[in-house]
């Protein structure tokens, strides 16, 4: 179980920085990073470019489902409360009998 949290934060972390460049790299009204790359970047990444759209959402569907699978195992392996549920969390105050 302990092999798939890692990967599954790995698969997290590599679609996030994934996502962050090919975001970047798209072209927006004004322009994007995509234009720093010269015309090389703007024939690829323009506005007519269909399959640089169509991979960042399957890029955002990974990062989306990898984010949901974390948070279900972490549920299901975590499920202790920090507060003892038998009421043994805070001791209370001895009484002054004396």
Do not use: C, W
Not at 45 to 74: D, E, M, P, Y
């Amino acid at each position: 179980m302990n092999l798939i949290i890692i990967s599954l934060y790995l698969i997290f972390v590599l679609s996030a920085l994934v996502l962050i460049v090919v975001i970047l790299l798209q072209e927006g009204k004004g322009g994007g990073f995509g234009e720093a790359l010269g015309q090389a970047g703007q024939q690829t990444f323009g506005v007519k470019a269909r399959g640089i759209q169509t991979f960042t959402g399957v890029a955002a569907g990974v990062f989306l489902l990898s984010a949901l699978l974390i948070h279900i195992i972490n549920r299901m392996e975590g499920s202790a409360s920090v507060v003892d549920p038998l009421g043994g969390g805070v001791p209370e105050a001895p009484a002054d009998g004396n």
